[in-house]
């Protein structure tokens, strides 16, 4: 027993990261108005009894902080991974030029305090990193500043760090109420106005359009979808009283009644190659369509992943029409040459005996998507631990830049988590399993950098790291105010697309969660999740370069 509580070992090792751990967790469950620092806590208990004295075996601490980085890295990418390309359409390409511009004045500041006051630059990058909340741009500072002086020289970077941290959480969170008042923000205003902008861009509509073109009549279903697959999905057609799902072979006639499934902005070319929207509801159908029923069944078989809709056939095999694809809470239409994932939920239209042969085609078994495809997630990580020490050479810098333990997993999984479907492998995690690589990941690394940093912190702050805390908030301060204001008044961005925009460009979910609870809306969910995997990337890269400048 001694030996577990005072030793050295492993069992010693093991029970200091889970009683840190816990305990951490334990009291980032508590709120001060409404605001929590959350795992961060780990950290600040961690640097606590690393200052008493408490000790872990060296080789322990670094294998739990390295791959507690991988994890959590690794898992974030394989979460925004599927919409981050996607993300640059319709207005990302401006919020990710947005971010770019907050980064690069963080690092303008960094080093202008830096020149000021004669500050290293390698501690001013742990201040940095601190104040925009970026553990794993702490991560490779500490990797590549490790890796260039073969010594233990990333503990000034860890002390400075969490000396900025806090206030860099909590100085975004008062600017984001500055700005409430500044712009004098209608919450309720902004809610609709954001809604009437993005209704249903891409989300799946109803339509009813009663068919009155007469450059239509009498020609085939296949023949009007040429050119215009994805644009729409004829779901069901009223003909003198009767309703049947339409087949390719399909020929309309003057007077037939659609139901048509496609995207709001794609409602007025639906209506100029169909005719005029008629006053029907999908009650008025429900009641004639006694003979046909409608389900919805998840797709579960690996083997589907990436494949297209049209390549099932389903409506000739089975004379079942599939409406609707309903992928993470979002409903898309179901185009032939959208690509299945595992997960996707479908609605199917048609006889029973059709939609229970489709269902049995899908897999269509919810349990199945409990159990995590471990294979993918660990050569990704192989993968990008291999990306992470390929050397990339820069004009005018000594040393080459490796994108290290934190970038080449993030790539890889980005990469995995957008392409996977196409190249069919199955990445799919279900929320709360990503949740919970995610959260033990950075759960590690937050307790082995606190234990790493605690011994010298004290002493650090009395040595003049108290100036730590105004340089920090100068970087936090200064670019989320100069690109809130740009984004309000020159962009014209929404309210909840500022505050995504500024949680996402300072990687910091704990303002994000804060957004959310105290405006009352996810919208902003969606900005960060757009900005965030390109921020991420920069700000890693951002701190490896300013550690090879300080060292060079």
Known sequence: MREVLLGPGIAHSILVFTVIIATGL?????????????????LFIA????????????????????????????????????????SFKR???????????MVLLAVAVTVGIHFITGEELSTMVGVMSGAVTNTPGLGAAQQTLGDAMRSNAGSSLASAYAVAYPLGVLLVIGLLILFRSIFKIDLEKEQLDLEREEDGEEQARRMHCEVENPAIFGRKLSDLMKGSEDDFVVSRVLRDGVISVPGPNTVLHQGDKLLIVTTQSDVDHVRILFGKEVPMHLQDWQKLDYKISTRRVVVTKPSLTGAKIRDLNIRARYGVSVTRVTRTGVDLVASPTLLLQMGDILTIIGPEQGLEAVSKLVGNKETSLDAPNL?????GIALGVLLGFVPIRFP????????????????VS?????????????????????????????AFFMAAVGLGAGQGFVSSILEGGYWWILYGALITFIPVFVIGLV??????????QICGLISGGTTNPAVLAFSQDAFGTNYSSVNYV???????????LAAQLLVLFAIA
């Not at 392409?419 to 033990?440: C, D, H, P, Q, V």
């Open 26 to 42: 334990w009291l980032g469950r508590f709120k001060v108005k409404g605001i929590s620092i959350g795992p961060t806590w780990i």
């Open 47 to 86: 640097i606590l009894a690393s200052h008493f004295g408490l000790r872990v075996d060296p080789t322990i601490m670094g294998f739990m902080k390295d791959f507690g980085l991988i994890l959590f890295i690794f898992a974030t990418g394989l979460q925004v991974g599927p919409g981050f390309f996607n």
């Open 91 to 101: 207005g990302g390409v401006q919020l990710n030029l947005l971010a770019f511009a």
């Open 375 to 379: 294979i993918p997630i660990f050569f």
């Open 396 to 411: 005018g810098i000594p040393q080459p830049i490796k994108l290290g333990i934190a970038g080449g997993p993030l790539i």
């Open 414 to 442: 980005i990469i995995l988590g957008y392409f996977g479907t196409k190249w069919k492998i199955t990445t799919y995690t279900t929320r709360s399993a990503n949740m919970m690589l995610k959260e033990i990941g950075i």
């Open 487 to 496: 984004a309000r008044y020159v962009f014209k961005l929404n309210f909840f």
């Open 530 to 540: 757009t900005v965030y995997p390109l921020t991420m990337f920069l700000r890693v």
